[in-house]
Each structure stands twice: as structure tokens, then as C-alpha cells.
């Protein structure tokens, strides 16, 4: 069913230009349909033998359209026919066919959208940026060339990788492949048969596994399994996984710290929404629970992870340096907050109750954690560059939405949908005025970690 109807659209047949009015159909299989009531405005003749329709316009010149140039019909046969033949004892072949010839599709290559390539960004918004990804790649290929040791588990014919916090794709798809590629390069040029993989595929249970898994690349060369459960505990039996990927999923932490929701305690965080600019009994909170969460995670990693296997992590990151750092990004979504409290929209207890459960921590913090967990040793550890907006589109507007995407749900609980759209236009609004943020109060961190014998 349909109300919509394009009047009056042109239609150019063996050079003549026709009216016609289009009703707008769900319809994939045909782009127009021009009816017998059309035909008979333009006092159509259809000659089914000769393949031809003759056209006579009241006052104009009749002309001829001819089905000519047509070369064949193509011999496709229907489900149902191909069903009865099958069920009458002709044989079947299943066959899919990909042509290799031809390259990716690029937006300059599909009609209309490469009109408007200025509103298809590279990365789309709503996920961490495939860039950064694509700048850990290669010091992932490096990882698996000079650090994998497959020796301790070549004799295995089954390789484990999991990417924990995966989201819903496509990076993660993205990441894993890479990761595979490099391990069966690795395999060949030591002489050894490719192993089988097996991929673990970790987020929340509330993740949407269903997108995730229907968008499976289907020319993977692996088997799939999920595994919805926090990374903070543990994932899989002892010693089972050759290769963790996690990519900007470590910062979040299990809880906001107790104290800082507690108005008896010294570091109840009023009208502030996260450590930044807090009091530092605030941020010795937060790096409290970090401190927590890091070591679980590791402690976790370490039983799961055999001996040899190794770990690369994506996070963003503050740098070393001051105790009580400072986040533009934090402070910008405060104010926000505060002006909206103001002006009456939202009110003064919600912006108070409000914690952001996410800590940057610096690189020393890591090396700490890596240090009291004694189980992995710290292989690499260099700050990712940093990414430049896309399109037309500032960096306020690309970080507002980045961040939207994995917060929403949160702001929504909390405040109600209704406040969504205004305190994301205002966020990016205040982002895009400020200068000092274009130049990064922290970054994204590429951490690696080789799984060691321990005593
Ligand atoms: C910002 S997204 C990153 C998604 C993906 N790794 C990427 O780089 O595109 C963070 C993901 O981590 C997940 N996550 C956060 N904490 C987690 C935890 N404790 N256990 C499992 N997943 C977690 C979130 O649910 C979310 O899907």
C-alpha cells in the first residue's frame, strides 16, 4: 500500500520525452511499471510477436519503441519449477558465484549517492573510527611476525583469537581478519600446515549478537562462537587462546566508584560528572576502581592465555603527568549539563547523580598493572595518531556522535529520551568553539603483551 505518487516524471523512450505519474511501490524487482492506462494515453499498440510497442501521440508523430537490442532472454527458472524438477530426479548443483574481476564498489561507482559523497563519510559515525584500527594493523602484522611463538602450540591444529567489547561490527570484523592473515603468514613461513581458527566474539550480554552475527563476513575462513559476559572475570577455560584483541573497550570500568555517588563522603562529586576538575578524592576514586577493574581483566587473561600467545590492546588514554588530570571532553559535556539544568530542561539532582563510568588511564598506570599482574610482559606500548575528521564534517561533530554512540543509552536511562537530541546538538555545538581541544588532551594507546612462563 502507498499514498505517495510522483507526478508528472519524465520518462525518455527512443528519444521522446513522456509523462507519466509514478506511485511509489515496496518493490525491488522492476524500476517502473507502465501500465495499460498510460499506454492508452499515448495510444499504445503492443505487437507481442514482433516485440514492439508503436506509440501515437494525439497531435504528434507516432515513433516506435523495439525490444532489438535485447540479446537474450536470460534461462533463469523459477523456485517452485526448479523444485518440482529437483523432486522429479534431475540433479542439482549449488553454486555461488564472486567475481573476482571486478573491485570493490566505490560511492564515485553508484549513481545519485556519488552526488552526494560529501554526506558519506569514510568512517561512519556511531563507532571508534576504522582509521585507528587500520594505524594498529600494521603493529599488529609486526606483533605476530617477530613476537607469536608458535612453537609452544604449533603441534595444535586449532588457533583461538578473541576480541573483547566487539560491539555489533564491522570493525571487529575488520580487526579479526587482520589478525588471521597474519597468523597464517606466519604459519606458512615456518614451514607449518595453517591451523584452523576459531574466533570468540565478547561483549555484554545486552550487545546486539543478533546484528552481529548476521553480518558475519560470509567468506570467512573461520568458525564463529559468542561469548556475552564482562571481560572484568573470566571467559574461557585455562590456557585456551593464542590471540586477545580488545580495541576501546578497556576504559570502561564494571561501576562508578561508591564514594563518589556517597553524600557523606569526602568525594561525592556534586554537579560534576566525571574526575575531571573534580576534587582529587574524586579521581583517587576513580583511579581506585580502575586499579580494580585492570587487575581482574588481567588476572583473567592471564589463566585464559597460553604461554607464548599474546594480547594487543586499543584504549584511549590521558598522558603521563599531572596527578589530577584534566578532560576537555568530560568538562564540555558538564557544562552542557549545567546550562540545561539552568534553564529548567533537566534538574540539578540528575546532572549530580550523574557519573560517567570510564577512566583514561596514563601510560604508567598500565605499566603498573601489567607489573603487579607478573604474567604478561609489556612488548610495545605507542600512542596511535590521531585522527582526522572526514567529509565535511568538523571535529566536534565527528567526537559529539563517536561518543553519542557508545553513551546514549546511558544518558537516556538516566535523563529520558526527550533531552537526547538537544544535549548532543549543544555538545558538539560547545566542542566545535573550542580550540584548545583540536590539539588532544590524550590519545589512543597501542598496548602489547606477551603471555609468559611463570614459576
Ligand atoms: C566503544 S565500543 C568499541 C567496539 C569495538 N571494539 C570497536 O573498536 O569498534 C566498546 C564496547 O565495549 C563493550 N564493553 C565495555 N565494557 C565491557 C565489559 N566489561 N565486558 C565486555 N564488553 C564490554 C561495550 O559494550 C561496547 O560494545
New binding site residues.
Partial sequence: MTNLVLKSCIICIEGRELLVDLVLLDMHDFDVILGMDWLASYHASVHCFEKEVVFRPPGELEFLFKASYLPFMPRVISCIQANCLLRKGCQGFLASVVDLQSGELEIGDIPIVREFSDVFPDDLFG??PRGA?AAAKELINEAIAEKLDIKNFSSSNTFRVT?????IGP??FLAVQNIIDAVELKYQSQGHSTPEFQVFF???AL?DFNTLFSSLPPERKYYAAGVPC???SPLFPNASIHFVF????VQ?L?QVPNEVLDKSSPAWNKGRIHYSNASPKVFESYAAQYAKNIDCFLNARAQEVVCGGLMAIIVPCRPNGPPYPQDTITETMESCLSDMAKKGIISEEKVDTLNLPIYFASPHEVEAAVERNGCFRLEKMEILPQEKPSGNFSRGMVLSSLIRA?MEGMFKNHFGEEIIDEFFDSFHKKLDELSKFESGNGGSLFILLKRIATS
Wanted: charged fraction near 10%; include cysteine; proline fraction near 4%.
Fill in positions: 563507532l571508534p584500527i576480541d573483547l567489547g566487539c560491539s570493525n571487529t565478547n561483549d555484554h550487545n564482562s571481560f572484568h580488545t580495541s576501546y573497550a570502561s564494571s557508545g
